[in-house]
């Protein structure tokens, strides 16, 4: 449709611009005869075909055309990261207090100096989606203060053998109650388990007083995490959703172009990249296509669409389907939503996942040239510049002849307008629901015939003016039209003079 539409704004151009250019047919110098008569004056000619103009003004790239010149409208949309292995791994931050109450056993209430109080603490991480027994901590902060009834406290130690540095040693780091809150990196080390999702805590706290007079020492111990994540784990992943939207209006042809045509046999392919190792699955529950002129319905049947994922490192194709259906030209609209889902079936299976790990869905849609066109139409405008056109007393009418031979399968019934950009006014119809290129339907070469008559009165007109208006109503008359490269337009554009007065020769 957008070659068919250049061609036509072409091939109008040249013929009423060229027709308005007085170097075609200089009759200014020649003077001297009293002649009567009339005269047929070659103006400008033209063929175009739909492959020079695709590659003339570099559209190809979005219309493919093979050997024989059957064209395709090729339309791809991706998305990465419709499910992020990242988004499983992160957990929620969390804080956690214990209360340790021990009792003073000493006799007299005395204590040796330098008592080590042992105690120990198991942590549950909070997860929605995963269970982990093993994994690379890619970032953390674990947070640790701590009140007591007794002063004089000098460090405390807490060990874990759940997570391990760089070098597989233990994660042992120092504690000074009087500096408050304390935090630890937890990034770059290693978790390991034997109960998914927990951690153990073992704390030495270091009691350096002399005489301890309390019956009991009461601790309390407050630890928290914030920003903890996986860079990759071992472990199980519970059934894991994820809803996707997409809410889009586009437009097949500029602005000046409106109307609605039914599209035949467009190709979706839907492809998917799952790099979770385990199977998904997707869900489309809304496809809904609209525009002004096109009431909304249903781009897939029968809805919802469910569609297996299986896990592969390469996009592969998963659904593919024929749809066909009306569009609107210019303002259409597009509601989509689904559900990706992993491992649905709940399977309790061990596996790895990575912070990298991805289900990418690319869509491409290829609509061929063939559809029915319903009440579309386009309007464009033509700068002109007849100002400098002269009108010899000798010319009694001027007509402007125009010939088409299409083989378009699109009949256009056109009309043509002056106006004047300054004023704002339409100055003169030059054509008004004049039938101007005939389809041509089953290969045959069709001719259309134009005639526009350029009298004085209406050459004042136009020397006011500086735009002609192009308006015109497309129609396939009922046909599922076809376009093809190969098809295109000739065109013959000619002046017919008539004229009565003094002929004079004057030299150059």
């Known amino acids: 449709m957008r ?18 250019k007085k170097g075609h047919y200089d009759i200014g110098h020649v003077h001297g005869v009293d002649a009567d008569g009339e005269v047929l004056l070659p103006l400008a000619s033209g063929s175009y075909s739909l492959e020079s103009l695709l590659h003339r003004f570099q559209i190809d ?3 493919e055309f093979d050997a024989l010149g059957d064209m395709t409208y090729d339309y791809s949309y991706e998305q990465c990261g419709a499910v992020r292995g990242s988004d499983l791994l992160q957990f929620k931050d969390w804080s956690y207090q214990e209360h340790f109450v021990i009792e003073n056993n000493s006799q007299n209430g005395a204590l040796p100096f330098d008592t080590i109080i042992t105690l120990s603490q198991v942590i549950t991480f ?62 770059g080390m290693r978790y390991q388990t034997d109960e998914s999702n927990t951690l153990h805590l073992d704390y030495e706290f270091h009691l350096v007083v002399p005489v ?3 019956p009991v020492v009461e601790i309390d111990v407050n630890v928290s995490t914030t920003d903890l994540a996986f860079r990759e784990m071992h472990g199980y992943v519970d059934p894991y959703a994820s809803r996707n939207s997409f809410d889009t209006v586009f437009s097949l042809f500029p602005d000046n172009v409106s109307g609605n045509l039914e599209v035949k046999n467009a190709q979706i392919t839907v492809s998917e990249r799952n790099t979770f190792g385990m199977a998904a699955h997707l869900t489309v529950d809304t496809a809904l296509v609209w525009g002004v002129s096109v009431s909304p319905y249903d781009l897939f049947a029968p809805m919802p669409l469910g569609i297996d994922i299986p896990p592969s490192p390469e996009f592969i194709e998963v659904h593919s389907q024929p749809v066909s259906g009306w569009v609107d030209a210019h303002h259409g609209h597009i509601l989509a939503s689904s559900l990706f889902s992993v491992n649905s079936n709940g399977m309790n299976d061990l596996v790895t996942v990575t912070d990298s790990c991805n289900i990418d869905v690319k869509v491409d849609v290829s609509i061929p040239f063939s559809f029915n066109v319903d009440k579309m139409s ?3 405008t033509v700068d002109m510049k007849l100002d400098e056109i002269e009108l010899p007393e000798m010319i009694e009418e001027l007509a402007i002849e125009i010939e088409f031979n299409s083989t378009l399968p699109l009949e256009l019934r056109g009309r043509f307008m002056l106006f004047d950009s300054e004023t704002g006014q339409v100055t003169d119809v030059l054509l008004d629901d004049a039938t101007m290129i005939a389809a041509s339907y089953y290969g045959q070469v069709s001719t259309s ?6 009298t004085e009165d ?8 500086d735009r002609i208006i192009l308006c015109f109503d497309l129609d396939t008359d009922a046909h599922d039209v076809s376009l093809n ?8 554009a000619k002046a017919r003079v008539k004229y009565n007065g003094i002929v004079e020769f004057e030299s150059r």
């Open 485 to 492: 490269a190969k098809q295109g337009l000739d065109f013959f």
């Open 212 to 214: 301890l007079h309390v």
């Open 3 to 20: 070659t068919h539409r250049i061609a036509l704004f072409l091939c109008l151009f040249a013929c009423l611009l060229a027709s308005c």
């Open 126 to 187: 909070e997860a929605d989606h995963i269970r982990v027994m093993s994994a690379m901590i890619k970032s953390g902060l674990f947070n640790m203060s701590m009140t007591s009834n007794v002063n004089g406290f000098g460090v405390v130690i807490v060990t874990t053998s759940d997570i391990k540095d760089a070098n597989g040693y233990d994660l042992s780091f120092t504690y000074q109650p009087q500096m408050g809150m304390t935090s630890f990196n937890f990034g």
């Open 61 to 63: 790239s979005i219309i």
């Open 378 to 380: 386009y309007v464009d």
């Open 458 to 465: 209406r050459l004042q007109n136009a020397l006011r003016s």
């Open 449 to 454: 015939k134009v005639g526009i008559a350029i």
